[in-house]
């Protein structure tokens, strides 16, 4: 079975600092992609990568950074949180094909900012 | 930008019923279509996929599309109080990094 792991469940952090989720994926699987959920606003995407250290905005990108030095892990970043990016982060990954493939999820971090 | 639209709901449904959840997308080049089911406090997962139009049936659910409409639904058979979720429609171009664009979500709710 594909496994998702991100490295939270639940985060509390501080406005101003500097925050890292991390995602690692164990099938092999080229694409990984960072959504946040929010009520009434689906899945929205922030950033995702195709390859390692290739990187691709997103809808959302404004207040994130990424980084995949490896290609079963990509990170997060929150240079300096701030209490609107509260929310579930949830990470995916799927295989690179000329076809969709499906992708899968980990299980979401929920971080609050305060 | 690209749009997926669905409708908020909650969709209510008495058990044995037959649910139907509706999605409209934007993007006329999208290719791939799917439905998620989500359950509170849990990660989306993947219930249908539909690339033609037309209907592609698997068990209790169906999924219909029309792309001349740039319409996709999903039909689920025997309601069960279990398929109390949100269901996500998302849609993919198939482009580099098949990138996935979300609806917002249908919350169902399935009452014995």
């Known amino acids: 079975d594909v496994k998702v792991t991100q490295s939270s469940r639940y985060l509390v952090k501080r406005t101003g600092e500097k925050v890292f989720l991390e995602c690692v994926q164990d099938?092999?699987?080229?694409?990984m992609f960072w959504y946040r959920q929010d009520p009434g606003l689906g899945l929205r995407l922030i950033y995702f990568?195709?390859?390692?250290?290739?990187?691709e905005k997103g809808d959302i990108p404004e207040g994130y950074s990424v980084s995949r030095e490896k290609k079963e892990r990509f990170s997060l970043i929150l240079e300096s949180a701030s209490t609107n990016q509260t929310s579930m982060y949830l990470c995916?990954?799927?295989?690179?094909?000329?076809?969709?493939?499906?992708?899968?999820f980990g299980q979401g971090t929920r971080l609050t900012v305060v | 930008q690209k749009e997926v639209e669905q409708n908020s709901g909650p969709l209510s449904v008495p058990e044995g019923a037959i649910a139907s959840l509706n999605c409209t997308y934007s993007?006329?080049?999208?290719?791939?279509f799917f439905w998620y089911r989500q359950y509170s406090g849990k990660s989306p997962e993947l219930i249908m996929s539909?690339?033609?139009?037309g209907d592609k049936e698997d068990g209790r659910f169906t999924a219909q599309l029309n792309k001349a409409s740039q319409y996709v639904s999903l039909l689920i058979r025997d309601s069960q109080p279990s398929d109390s979720a949100t269901y996500l429609c998302?849609?993919?171009?198939?482009?580099?990094?098949?990138?996935?664009?979300f609806g917002g979500g249908t919350r169902l709710m399935v009452k014995p």
């Open positions: 995916a990954s799927s295989l690179l094909g000329t076809g969709w493939t499906e992708a899968f």
């Open positions: 099938m092999d699987h080229e694409n």
């Open positions: 990568s195709y390859d390692v250290k290739m990187k």
């Open positions: 993007d006329r080049v999208s290719q791939s």
């Open positions: 539909i690339y033609s139009n």
């Open positions: 998302a849609v993919s171009d198939n482009n580099a990094g098949n990138m996935l664009t």
